[in-house]
């Protein structure tokens, strides 16, 4: 059978290592970092002071328009609010909370009486004020998705698929607790209404795919064949439906709505066990870390904490990357916290390194062939650089969804993904 999208890569998988080891709970940590950063949008304002008690769960940070709330991970004092570096790069306010260890619940912490009475309103707003993103890595506000997605969709498609290397946190979530996945996803179904609801899961998750077609009555499992990008918003619903989504539209606007497996479990803590997105699965992993695993880790945890748990890191480390290989942020310091959308720390080794002292074009274009959406990336790399932001437009560069593929396949080891995103800045600020 083969993928139903263009273009794409076969990378190896290198999954193993950390799908074999069971999901385990990571110790509390001293102090928690909780960046007021977490989503696609504005950042939130601190709602509590320096001196201020907190307790788990309770709301510490809040904004208008496209922002949604952050939550204290444990309970204890507010220390400070200071710039805290971020795993997506630069610098951002942070709520600083000295734990106490008491792991004292705020009141909010509690299920809703009678979920199955909530209206599709009422579960938006509870998704909102749960704090609730696209927990995949994209970290778009759930709750602005989903009231969009409203008399929008016909086909409401929950995303399993995880097709960057090394990464088997949602893996590890769908064998562990499907049922929080299912829960979830049919509390999506309440909202949205879709005529049809598909799980989508790649063909080398045999065991989580089984777990769901156990547990499965009215709703869909496609098991698709392994292809990177799949998981890609996009291409998951070409792959799924045949349907396009066109250049600068949204899923909407084709009838479709994706939700990721993970934001799916925290919709469901959230309605039935009145937990905000306070915690995560991460998966820590590569041959730069010595016990590769997925732990369950509270946000505002740092990498290098994180990565002591996972037995620390081994003597031969080339990369530490917020996110998978094709697609992560290369972390120059592992103070950064987790966030919602970490979904894993991937250690490299020096083996990995496969980059090129002198990067240069061959023009063989493979990159042309591997492109899922049909850019153009030799030039739209070259204009770039060039600061031809008119012939970027005209190349439809916002389309790129820097998924790696082009840099990935490019014999020359040109660095590709980092151009796009130097063209992408240059066009938002030429915008302005």
Request: glycine share 10%; hydrophobic share 40%.
């Amino acid at each position: 059978m083969k993928s139903l999208f263009f273009g794409g890569v076969h990378p190896g998988g290198h999954k193993e290592s950390s799908a074999a080891v069971p999901l385990t709970a990571m110790a509390l940590p001293a102090q928690a970092a909780v960046l007021l950063r977490q989503h696609i949008g504005a950042p939130c304002r601190p709602l509590v002071a320096v001196g201020d008690a907190v307790r788990v769960g309770q709301k510490i940070g809040d904004g208008e328009g496209l922002c949604v709330p952050v939550h204290a991970p444990v309970s204890g004092v507010v220390e400070a609010i200071e710039d805290r570096p971020h795993p997506g790069g630069g610098v951002c306010p942070a709520i600083i909370i000295k734990n106490d260890f008491l792991d004292t619940p705020a009141p909010t912490m509690k299920p809703y009486s009678h979920p199955e009475l909530l209206s599709p309103a009422e579960l938006v707003s509870i998704i909102r004020e749960a704090g609730i993103v696209g927990m995949g890595g994209a970290a778009f506000p759930s709750d602005i998705k989903a009231k969009t997605g409203m008399s929008q969709t016909d086909t409401l498609i929950l995303n399993a698929c995880e097709c960057e290397p090394y990464i088997t946190a949602d893996d590890v979530l769908l064998r562990t607790w499907p049922d929080q996945v299912l829960r979830g996803l049919e509390i999506l179904v309440r909202v949205l209404v879709p005529s049809r609801t598909v799980i989508a899961v790649e063909d080398n998750k045999a065991e989580a795919a089984a777990l769901l077609r156990e547990r499965l009555t009215d709703l869909e499992l496609r098991v698709l064949p392994t292809r990177y990008p799949q998981g890609a918003e996009k291409q998951l619903i070409q792959a799924v439906t045949g349907r396009q989504v066109p250049s600068g539209g949204l899923p909407k606007d084709v009838g479709c709505a994706v939700f990721n497996a993970a934001t799916a479990a925290a919709v469901y803590r959230a309605v039935y066990e009145g937990m905000p997105a306070i915690e995560r699965i991460v998966t820590v992993t590569g041959e730069g870390v010595k016990q590769p695993r997925n732990l369950v880790v509270r946000m505002g945890v740092s990498f290098l904490e994180v990565i002591a748990a996972a037995g620390g890191l081994a003597d031969d480390v080339w990369k530490v990357l917020s996110g998978g290989p094709m697609m992560g942020v290369a972390q120059g310091d592992l103070s950064v916290p987790v966030t919602k959308s970490t979904n894993a720390i991937v250690c490299l080794s020096s083996a990995q390194n496969g980059e090129a002292a002198h990067p240069v074009c061959i023009r063989c274009g493979r990159c042309l062939e591997v492109c899922p959406m049909r850019l153009e990336p030799l030039y739209l790399y070259r204009y770039s650089n060039a600061g031809e932001l008119g012939a970027l437009k005209r190349l439809h560069l916002t389309d790129c969804i820097e998924c790696g593929c082009c840099a990935y396949a490019c014999p020359g080891k040109l660095p590709l993904v980092e151009g796009f995103r130097v063209g992408k800045q240059a066009l938002k600020e030429g915008a302005k």
